[in-house]
């Protein structure tokens, strides 16, 4: 399994890095976690071989800024976006003229999802406390690390709650803390970091 953070960067991109997004390439697919402008890097690090999930925390500019380059993207297998509850109306306005070309008329087929997933891997989610609604997620399967029992990925977001920030990577192997301050008007300097549980 590999690791990239793309952009940790809240709000909007500096000489420091890009706006949020990370990518996990697990043996079997590449799961990317939010879709900031760090996004644009991401098309060269994608194992074309697997499928593709987007999921995005929640609607805030600087995490899905980089959905407009979807475009240039030809997957065969597709590109399935998960989002939290509630929020595929909002992100499907985004997704449309004037902001950006039809889905229909893009080579990859986009498709949106709101919880329940159904997917080949577990995703669970948590609420978080945030400006607008904002879902954390944790991964879980044992075919991220072949051999082992299991890995359990969490991507929490910005929140300053810290009751929902602590839930889910306290039985997470890997926990991914990228920006907790992004969208309340402040620049989060800290770099992404793994913590082993
Ligand atoms: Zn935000």
Redesign the pocket.
Known sequence: MEIFFLGTNGWYETSMGSTTCSLVKTVNENIVLDAGSGFYRVEKLLDYSKPVYIFLS?L?I??IEGLQILRKFDIASGIKILLGPDMKKELESFLRPPFAPPLSSLKTKIEIFEPPYDLPFNVETLPLA???P?TAFRFSSSSFIPGTRGMRITRED?TSDETSRRMLPKTSELSIPVQRL??SGFICLTSASMQSM
């Open positions: 929640h805030h600087d995490h945030h400006a607008v904002a910005d992004c969208c």
